[in-house]
């Protein structure tokens, strides 16, 4: 009996487990080429008739050159409030009285939370001043954040033996 195989370096044995797989492979490969384009892709041909229904709605309704309804604050709230409070709370990680004496960052990302829920609300708000109702994953994303508001600080508080 040979043991010269069992005798190879773990770079060797890497090299021909890599060989031996790729040649398993091809059969394989061939036959997923050989598929039309939209075949078995639902999001491809989702996406098209969408993005032709869109290209359509577009042409026949367009909209006045002044604007599309309102500034960056008024059509995203929820992405507005995120990038206010990650710069609120990167700010206030300056001050060593807040941040501490290391400056930590981590309280950008307290801050683009505490934004993004004030967002979701000023959504809410807007859809409900619209006549729109307000979507059950809006809600839940409001009670959420007020949980969240209520519970993490009191669970900080409980860590930090306080």
């Given at each position: 009996?040979d043991?010269?195989a069992s005798r190879?370096?773990?770079?060797?044995r890497?090299?021909t487990?890599?060989?031996?797989?790729?040649?398993?492979?091809?059969?394989?490969?061939?036959t997923?080429?050989a598929q039309?384009?939209?075949?078995?892709?639902?999001?491809?041909?989702?996406a098209?008739?969408?993005?032709?229904?869109?290209?359509q709605?577009?042409?026949?309704?367009?909209?006045?050159?002044?604007?599309?309804?309102?500034n960056?604050?008024?059509?995203?709230?929820?992405?507005a409030g995120?990038?206010?409070?990650a710069g609120?709370?990167?700010a206030?990680?300056?001050?060593d009285?807040?941040?501490?004496?290391?400056h930590?960052?981590?309280?950008?990302?307290?801050g683009?939370?505490?934004g993004a829920?004030g967002g979701?609300?000023a959504?809410?708000?807007?859809s409900a001043?619209?006549g729109?109702r307000?979507?059950?994953?809006t809600?839940?994303?409001i009670?959420?954040g007020?949980?969240?508001?209520?519970?993490?600080p009191?669970?900080a508080?409980?860590?930090?033996?306080?």
């Amino acid at each position: 009996m040979d043991h010269r195989a069992s005798r190879q370096s773990p770079a060797a044995r890497r090299a021909t487990t890599t060989i031996l797989m790729a040649l398993l492979a091809l059969p394989w490969a061939g036959t997923a080429w050989a598929q039309p384009a939209d075949a078995g892709r639902p999001l491809r041909t989702a996406a098209a008739s969408e993005g032709a229904r869109l290209a359509q709605a577009s042409a026949s309704d367009p909209q006045p050159h002044g604007g599309s309804g309102g500034n960056v604050i008024v059509r995203h709230p929820v992405l507005a409030g995120t990038a206010i409070g990650a710069g609120a709370g990167l700010a206030l990680s300056q001050f060593d009285s807040i941040g501490g004496l290391k400056h930590d960052r981590r309280l950008a990302l307290v801050g683009a939370g505490g934004g993004a829920w004030g967002g979701l609300i000023a959504s809410a708000v807007q859809s409900a001043h619209a006549g729109r109702r307000v979507g059950l994953g809006t809600k839940v994303g409001i009670v959420a954040g007020a949980v969240a508001a209520t519970v993490l600080p009191a669970l900080a508080l409980y860590g930090a033996g306080g």
